[in-house]
């Protein structure tokens, strides 16, 4: 496929998902979207616990239950050098990065990391292997 044919499916991907709110960031490669994931974590409002957690808590929500101090990436999909590279720019910011497990972290994970398989440009769908739980679970967080 010719380079103007798959920026055309892409821009017709984007408008499709722009018209039903979804956000669409395009990112020049796996470092920068790496980033952009750390970046998303920071700038959002901390989780709010559902359960009397063994956690440091923070300020109450807007649902009067504290806050979550810590902020939680979880990324099961990742291969070891990208999951190595999101972990180190995690910890900068004193976040957890995890990719197993995350069943036993549903009340607090910040960000699901995920990656498709392929994309529709006629729907704007994304197809997700989810073979794995922790991949199905960060793909609903």
């Known amino acids: 496929m010719a380079p103007e044919e798959i920026q055309d499916l892409v821009q017709d991907f984007t408008a499709k998902a722009t018209a039903v709110n979804a956000v669409v960031q395009e990112l020049p490669n796996m470092a920068a979207a ?18 009397d957690e063994d956690v440091e808590k923070g300020p109450n929500g807007p649902n009067g239950v504290p806050t979550r101090v810590q902020r939680i990436v979880a990324a099961p999909v990742l291969n070891d050098e990208d999951f190595a590279t999101l972990e180190a720019a995690c910890k900068e910011k004193g976040f957890l990065c995890i990719r197993e497990g995350l069943r036993n ?32 679970l960060a793909g609903m967080i």
């Not at 750390?38 to 616990?49: F, G, I, Q, S, Y």
């Not at 699901?112 to 922790?134: F, I, Q, R, W």
């Open 34 to 51: 790496l980033q952009y994931v750390v970046d998303v974590c920071e700038n959002k409002a901390p989780c709010e616990l559902m359960a």
């Open 105 to 136: 972290h549903l009340a607090g994970i910040d960000v699901g990391l995920t990656s498709a398989e392929m994309g529709v440009s006629s729907s704007a769908t994304c197809l997700v292997n989810t073979d794995n739980e922790n991949a199905r």
